[in-house]
């Protein structure tokens, strides 16, 4: 299991950028435009300090966030997304997101702190029961 | 610059222990427990990845968090606290909380992100015009 990034929503990229690079010095790693989403990822990290990262993610049609929806997640890579999620569901957590698609997955803390899984390397080929397992509320 | 840690608020220690360490796999590193303050900060990490690190903060006497105040603050080490905080004023980023101490400030981002700067090892001596600059708003 390892540190990934913290996840943060923000509404005007460039003044975020502007804000996270020209003045407090992160740097921006790599960025992904999606049209068809219409949103945008940017990858931050102090510099020399690469492998733990803030992901800055623009949805381009949305402005300004409250209630706490400015703060997005935080993100672990683990070794085996089913069985993580597997010891997750018996010790009684929630998958909000099954990993369908054998690579993310998503629960929540007890406060709400959204939790992304990430299947380290390639996503493992799809697998019953998670591929037919539904989404629930929110993440 | 380097990333330490990613604060989340608590408002049930024990439970979020069980959620944290025994269910997502995450181990405790250590805890601080404050009598005057009244709150408890345990720091936690990925096993073998105890660089990253995110701490819980259990203010006693507090329960339940929303409008976001469950997410706290990312933290980052600076190598001088005092010509971060003054890049990031003359930038024109309010220090909402002065490094009075020679040790800790607090800046927001563009959307309401907390960010902590932390002074790497000890903290520099007081020294005007920090030691006077009163505190702006929350963080």
Same mark, same amino acid.
């Given at each position: =299991?390892?540190?990934?990034?913290?996840?943060?929503?923000?509404?005007?990229?460039? !003044?975020?950028?502007?804000?996270? $690079?020209?003045? @407090?010095? @992160?740097?921006?790693?790599?960025?992904?435009?999606?049209? /068809?989403?219409?949103?945008? @990822?940017?990858?931050? *990290?102090? &510099?020399?300090?690469?492998? *733990? !990262?803030?992901?800055?993610?623009?949805?381009?049609?949305?402005?300004?966030?409250?209630?706490?929806?400015?703060?997005?997640?935080?993100?672990?890579?683990?070794?085996?997304?089913?069985? /993580? $999620?597997?010891?997750? =569901?018996?010790?009684?957590?929630?998958?909000?997101? &099954?990993?369908?698609?054998?690579? =993310? /997955?998503?629960?929540?803390?007890?406060?709400?702190?959204?939790?992304?899984? @990430?299947?380290?390397?390639? /996503?493992? &080929?799809?697998?019953?029961?998670?591929?037919?397992? &539904?989404?629930?509320? !929110?993440?």
């Amino acid at each position: =299991m390892k540190y990934l990034h913290t996840m943060v929503r923000v509404s005007d990229l460039e !003044q975020s950028l502007d804000f996270y $690079c020209n003045k @407090l010095g @992160l740097r921006e790693l790599r960025r992904h435009d999606h049209e /068809a989403g219409r949103f945008t @990822l940017v990858f931050l *990290a102090a &510099p020399g300090d690469e492998m *733990a !990262q803030v992901e800055l993610t623009h949805n381009w049609d949305e402005s300004g966030y409250d209630g706490g929806r400015n703060f997005g997640h935080l993100a672990y890579a683990v070794e085996d997304i089913y069985e /993580a $999620c597997q010891r997750l =569901m018996d010790a009684g957590v929630t998958i909000n997101r &099954p990993p369908r698609d054998g690579r =993310m /997955a998503f629960v929540r803390s007890p406060d709400g702190i959204s939790i992304e899984l @990430l299947q380290r390397g390639q /996503a493992l &080929p799809p697998r019953e029961p998670w591929t037919s397992m &539904p989404n629930v509320g !929110q993440w």
